[in-house]
T-cell receptor, first 112, second 114 residues
Framework: GENVEQHPSTLSVQEGDSAVIKCTYS??????FPWYKQELGKRPQLIID?????GEKKDQRIAVTLNKTAKHFSLHITETQPEDSAVYFC???????????FGTGTSLTVIP | NAGVTQTPKFRILKIGQSMTLQCTQD?????MYWYRQDPGMGLKLIYY???????DKGEVPNGYNVSRSTTEDFPLRLELAAPSQTSVYFC?????????????FGQGTRLTVV
């Protein structure tokens, strides 16, 4: 199965700074690369995703970049705000895999 | 549109008791999943289903059972509860093969075994 790692496991930034979380995966057949956000005590929710035919996607303050050759993709959050504080999970997927595995998670704290 | 609904939200079980965590979705999704999330940890896949009548094991299936008699419902059964099963349980669903679609999560069930 897919071996998924996230770095860093914890990240603290000052409000207004940028944050970057990296996800590495092992299955070269992966072609869908989503990021989920889980606020404290809440359910995970999709915040952004990218497919293998696209190198970068932006949605306001968040962006995802993909490097298929190196088998990693990253979540970028600019102008961070306290409400960005959460745990973020990556979940790379293949078209044929039925299982849905998540990365180890990154706990982001934005300090006001 | 309710999405994915889990019941109960909280439960305390004594060691050796059994219980069923309920999960239902109204989005006509074929794929459904059960995860557990221990404090400060990631999501571990327990069981999943690709359609009514079809279930399969995930990473951590021991001590659990599932069934999928309808498209909407995917209950998780705990037999002989143990303290190691203290966790938050999430049910999720997706439209088709998870290769290119979003997973929708229920609000979670916080289970404590004492």
């Amino acid at each position: 199965g897919e071996n998924v790692e996230q770095h860093p496991s914890t990240l603290s930034v000052q409000e207004g700074d940028s944050a970057v979380i990296k996800c590495t995966y092992s299955d070269s057949a992966s072609n869908y690369f989503p990021w989920y956000k889980q606020e404290l005590g809440k359910r995970p929710q999709l915040i952004i995703d990218i497919r293998s035919n696209v190198g970068e996607k932006k949605d306001q303050r968040i962006a995802v970049t993909l490097n298929k050759t190196a088998k990693h993709f990253s979540l970028h959050i600019t102008e961070t705000q306290p409400e960005d504080s959460a745990v973020y999970f990556c979940a790379p997927r293949t078209n044929t895999g039925n299982q849905f595995y998540f990365g180890t998670g990154t706990s982001l704290t934005v300090i006001p | 549109n309710a999405g994915v609904t889990q019941t109960p939200k909280f439960r305390i079980l004594k060691i050796g008791q059994s219980m069923t965590l309920q999960c239902t979705q109204d989005m006509n999704h074929n794929y459904m999943y059960w995860y557990r999330q221990d404090p400060g940890m990631g999501l571990k896949l327990i069981y999943y289903s690709v359609g009514a009548g079809i279930t399969d094991k995930g990473e951590v299936p021991n001590g659990y059972n599932v069934s999928r008699s309808t498209t909407e419902d995917f209950p998780l059964r705990l037999e002989l509860a143990a303290p190691s099963q203290t966790s938050v349980y999430f049910c999720a669903s997706s439209y088709r093969a998870p290769g290119d679609t979003e997973a929708f999560f229920g609000q979670g069930t916080r289970l404590t075994v004492v």
